[in-house]
């Protein structure tokens, strides 16, 4: 009989040790790469601390060579050349970097009330109600009218201040505590609370004058600036340990930022593969992908073809077809995890449960299994035969019942290219909220998943 226990219990003192030291190191990058561009930069400045070099600078490509290529400061791919030739396949582990958030709108300051507050547009799918009352920070990019790039990020440093989006207060919301709870909170309510202070010499709209004066004078930037802005509301807390034992890791970004860390971890550790083995983080997953920086683009087939021209000395259509066709991928991803106050909604014969590593999705979608690519049962098979080979603690899983819901990942794009590709992440419970939980152990075993699945 088929039959999977807490991972836990098979940890003596030394693995769990290790487990635990692990966990620190993701918990800094959670904190110092809280959206897609901190993510990236953090990661890439990892990656340069191991050896990797621009991959756009190098004429030539050994074996053993260690390269990176950066698309817009929001994708990052990794690369370790392989003592095969690249056009035979290539190990893709990839993950994506963007979490769901608030950003603000391109006109967003204004005031009402005798405060200053910012207009907003959340970005992926949330609970909006769960986004008030909690403290916030802010991040991101200002590109001012002469091309100067501003860098603004206030909310994390200890003795910032946070922004806030107010929610009602109890003794005055009857008709609000009625609504179903997508409409207890709208999206045009999620209004970021930003100063109250007046402006002495405005006219009108003291509140946003002076915070509009506050601005200019510590970042030098106007209304008009906010046109082209990348700025976003997120979580102002760090990842914290959570239960008493510390077995559990609670943060805002474990969707998916637990995959894009545990999988270059894997990568920077990786030594002489004989695939070449590449880490791949990208953008614009929770909002289906598309854009320049979300893995529908052009620039995963940009970056292997750089690979093939410089190991191989040409290119061609063929080539690129020719390596896609004989590569294989995990994408890494996150499941649900089982929550047993809310049992209903899983198949627990079917679902993924905390501690008992990481999780092998064969197919995602909704209802009958729509947007997924649905894994076949020879690729399972390797994957199974891999993880077991190198110790690995995995499980398999569904998300959730048939018809309850459903979601999809980037597999199915990687699977449009001929790649051979299965979802392979951490389980979480609280997905997509402020603040996420993930296993240490299941943290743990993605790292050692990918590495075996580079070495495999």
């Known amino acids: 009989m088929y039959q999977k226990e807490s991972g836990w219990k098979s940890v003596d003192a030394k693995l769990k040790n290790r487990i ?76 994506h970097i963007d979490s769901p958030r608030i950003d603000l709108k391109a006109n967003p300051v204004y005031a009402d009330g005798g405060l200053a507050l910012l207009k907003t547009h959340y970005y992926g799918g949330i609970k909006k109600y769960q986004w008030t009352a909690v403290p916030l920070a802010i991040h991101g990019v200002v590109v001012k009218a002469d091309g100067e790039r501003v860098q603004i990020s206030v909310g994390d440093e200890p003795g910032d201040p946070v922004l806030y989006i107010t929610d009602l207060l109890i003794h005055l919301a009857t008709e609000q505590m009625q609504k179903k709870a997508a409409e207890v909170v709208g999206g045009e309510a999620l209004n970021v609370l930003a100063g109250s202070l007046p402006d002495g010499e405005a006219e009108k709209d003291a509140e946003k004058e002076a915070l509009l004066k506050l601005l200019h004078e510590k970042y030098g930037i106007t209304e008009e600036d906010f046109l082209s802005a990348e700025l976003e509301i997120v979580p102002a807390y760090p990842a914290k340990d959570v239960g008493f034992d510390r077995s559990l890791v609670g943060a805002y970004g474990h969707d998916d930022r637990v995959c894009a860390y545990t999988s270059l971890r894997a990568l920077l550790e990786t030594e002489k593969p004989a695939k070449t083995a590449v880490c791949l983080l990208t953008d614009k997953e929770e909002i289906g992908s598309m854009g320049n920086t979300g893995m529908r683009s052009a620039f995963f087939e940009y970056a292997v073809a750089l690979l093939l021209e410089k190991t191989g000395g040409a290119y061609n259509e063929l080539k690129l077809k020719r390596t896609f066709r004989n590569s294989r991928c995990l994408s890494s991803d996150v499941n649900a995890g089982f929550d047993p106050t809310y049992p209903e909604v899983a198949d627990k014969m079917n679902t993924a449960y905390m501690g008992r590593g990481v999780v092998l999705t064969k197919y995602t979608g909704s209802r009958g299994k729509s947007g997924s690519s649905d894994a076949g049962a020879e690729f399972m098979g390797a994957i199974r035969r891999c993880f077991d080979t190198n110790d690995v603690m995995w499980q398999s899983a569904e998300l959730g019942k048939v018809d309850c819901g459903g979601g ?49």
């Open 20 to 95: 635990y030291d692990f966990s620190e190191g993701y918990k800094a990058y959670l904190d110092v790469g809280k959206t897609e561009r901190l993510a990236c930069s953090e990661a890439l400045r990892l990656a340069q601390a191991e050896g990797f070099c621009n991959l756009e600078e190098k004429k030539t490509l050994q074996p053993g060579d260690k390269v990176y290529l950066v698309n817009r400061d929001k994708n990052l791919f990794l690369a370790i050349i392989g003592t095969e030739d690249v056009e035979k396949g290539i190990s893709f582990v990839i993950s």
């Open 408 to 456: 999809g990942t980037i597999a199915q794009y990687v699977a449009n290219l001929d790649i051979e590709v299965v979802d392979c992440g951490v389980p979480l419970l609280s997905m997509h909220a402020p603040f996420e939980v993930a296993s240490k152990l299941d943290i743990y075993m993605a790292y050692k998943a990918y590495k075996a699945f580079y070495a495999c």
